[in-house]
């Protein structure tokens, strides 16, 4: 797909299109957006609009070197993922090696870290060497959901892009529950009512978790004044965030009624 083709983030890829045409792309990005995103895809295409000959800036999909991206099979693109949970040492220091051979296919060699908040903090500084020092030409674009958990001295290395696409959210998620909370906070409920309203009505983690998609979905609504609510746009983006690191816990196996009672106080607060 075309980075012309992501209309939804529009604003963004003009400002990347327009640093490669210019000459102007940084050595590396970190791409962060929710789980929902395919992240990975954007990168290929990213990485498609920096190298295509047919298209530059954009990526045309059908010239050699967009089609060996999209196959997976470009000479100089080196991909990294998590196992187990988390992106380990020793991934790092096997990419770091291949960085430091030269491209075979054109003049850059490019390294795509997905899910990079889950590096371990080892990996994390090993990168930090490559990101210190790249070889001239190579690029390196790290996947996140939550850039918070990546060393500052990371983050201020890297150029942050936001993939934010809050309308692909479940749009039939159950919104009586969500908007009872944000009432009640706008009511600054005290937190024993919250817990009460809580313990009847997430019994499980599936619960939990229809919580977070609705209360996200709420979230997006109050952002596009489709849903009145009475909470700043500063302070949206901010629940937001609350959300995905309730939801990052669940899938880390976290307690439900930990996990939603820590999301209650940090909204709440
Ligand atoms: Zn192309």
Not at 38 to 58: E, H, N, S, T
Request: with cysteine; net charge neutral; aromatic share 6%.
């Amino acid at each position: 797909m075309s980075l012309r083709d992501y209309r939804d983030f529009a604003p963004l890829t003009e400002r990347i299109s327009k640093a490669i045409q210019t000459g102007r792309l940084s050595h590396a990005y970190i791409i962060e957006g929710d789980s929902c995103i395919d992240k990975v895809k954007f990168a290929k295409d990213m990485i498609k609009a920096a190298l295509c000959i047919q298209d530059p800036g954009w990526g045309c999909d059908m010239c050699p070197v967009c089609r060996k991206i999209d196959h997976d099979n470009y000479e100089d693109l080196y991909m990294v993922s998590s196992d187990d949970r988390s992106v380990k040492d020793a991934s790092v220091a096997e990419l770091q090696e291949k960085l430091k051979s030269r491209p075979t296919g054109g003049n850059s060699n490019i390294a795509v870290i997905d899910h990079a908040d889950l590096m371990t903090l080892r990996a994390q500084n090993r990168l930090l060497k490559t990101l210190e020092e790249p070889n001239p030409g190579t690029l390196i674009l790290l996947l996140a959901e939550n850039t918070e958990n990546l060393l500052p001295t990371i983050t201020s290395r890297c150029i942050i892009y936001r993939l934010g696409n809050y309308a692909a959210k479940d749009s039939t998620a159950d919104l009586t529950l969500p908007r009872k909370i944000m009432d009640m906070v706008a009511e600054h409920a005290y937190f024993c009512e919250f817990k009460d309203k809580l313990t009847k009505e997430i019994k499980d983690r599936q619960a939990a978790f229809q919580l977070l998609d609705g209360l996200e979905r709420l979230l997006f609504l109050y952002l596009r004044g489709e849903e009145p609510g009475n909470v700043r746009k500063e302070k949206i983006a901010e629940h937001v965030r609350y959300v995905e690191e309730a939801r990052r816990d669940l899938i880390a196996g976290v307690n439900y009624k930990y996990a939603i009672r820590n999301l209650i106080l940090k909204i709440g607060g």
